[in-house]
Nanobody, 125 residues
Framework: QVQLVESGGTLVQAGGSLRLSCVASGRTISRYDMGWFRQAPGKEREFVAAIRWTGGRTDYADSVKGRFTLSRDNAKNTVYLQMSSLKPEDTAVYYC??????????????????WGQGTQVTVSS
């Protein structure tokens, strides 16, 4: 089992930056693809970004491309989502997820075996 704990969510003004962290415990995630999803009030959960277990490949939703950067530190069992130029529409609960099979279907929620509890990001206009 892998436990994932997100942190870093807070209230930020539009145009600001924020870094979310996802710390894993229970197992090393060094061989797992990792993803971030988000869910805004009244909306379905949507894909945000994913990173291959090697760190050499990433994928981003069009809505965040160029503004968000996903990275990982396997030595710390942690992935980071650096968010910049934040917009009110980025307001959501952000979830970290791990794909234990490293299948690299990053946008599919069904690819992921473990999920964190989420961290709230609120962007004020």
């Amino acid at each position: 089992q892998v436990q994932l704990v997100e942190s870093g969510g807070t209230l930020v003004q539009a145009g600001g930056s924020l870094r979310l962290s996802c710390v894993a415990s229970g197992r090393t995630i060094s061989r797992y693809d990792m993803g971030w999803f988000r869910q805004a009030p009244g909306k379905e959960r949507e894909f945000v970004a994913a990173i291959r277990w090697t760190g050499g490949r990433t994928d981003y939703a069009d809505s965040v491309k160029g503004r968000f950067t996903l990275s990982r530190d396997n030595a710390k069992n942690t992935v980071y989502l650096q968010m910049s130029s934040l917009k009110p529409e980025d307001t959501a609960v952000y979830y970290c997820a791990a794909d234990g099979r490293s299948s690299w279907y990053p946008k599919a929620e069904s690819s992921y075996d473990w999920w964190g509890q989420g961290t709230q990001v609120t962007v004020s206009s």
